[in-house]
């Protein structure tokens, strides 16, 4: 849930990356921090245990307008990988307003997408929210990999009935990053705006 700092004139929202572990999550926050200028970030603070770590960092996008007068500053959040950091996982989705599912286009990786979605839909009504009441889009990352999954087989699995944007992406070099990004980010601020 949004919040809105009254006296800075902004509203705050918050998009988490969630997916499978090594499907890039991280790997997307990096390439956004180190393409936006850093007179409109917050620094990337990443909160590492002995067993994991979760990446954030804010930033103030110029190009996506304002809701009623006001800035919009998203905070993008990283969870753990692993579904055995479940707890982590919850704590990071308090309050979402947005969310980035990073599939694995790794063949190997398929059962892992599919686990990695319903453990979101779970920790999510933990927090009574619906998975439909909430906007997400599926980032397929890895495309560039041998052998990678047709993005509709992963689709099949992730969004059998096709109700998320879905983008293609090589996180790694950047490709598909801030397609998706900016997509979530339109998403977080149309319901922002429906909602006022």
């Known amino acids: ?46 909160l590492a245990t002995e067993d994991e770590r979760t990446l954030f960092f804010d930033f103030l996008p110029l190009d996506l307008g304002s809701v009623q007068g006001f800035k919009t500053r998203f905070h993008l959040y990283t969870v753990p990988g692993q579904v055995f950091y479940n707890a982590s996982r919850k704590l990071i989705l308090r309050g979402v307003d947005g969310i980035v599912f ?27 929210i619906d998975v439909r009441d909430v906007p997400i889009v599926l980032q397929v990352n890895k495309r560039d990999i041998e052998g990678a999954l047709p993005t509709d087989m992963i689709r099949a699995v992730i969004d059998p009935k096709k109700e998320l944007t879905l983008f293609e992406a090589t996180a790694h070099n950047g490709g598909g990053v801030f397609e998706t990004l900016k997509s979530v980010s339109r998403l977080v601020l149309d319901r922002l705006a429906q909602n006022k």
Do not use: W
Not at 16 to 29: F, I
Not at 102 to 128: I, T
């Open 102 to 128: 990073v599939a694995d286009s790794a063949p190997n990786r398929l059962r892992a997408n599919a686990e990695s979605m319903r453990n979101l839909r779970e920790n999510l009504a933990e927090h009574g």
């Open 1 to 46: 849930m949004s919040t809105i700092n009254f006296a800075a004139r902004e509203i705050n929202c918050k998009i988490v990356y969630y997916g499978p572990g090594m499907s890039g999550k991280t790997t997307n926050l990096k390439h956004v921090f180190s393409k936006v200028p850093a007179q409109l970030r917050g620094e990337m603070v990443s």
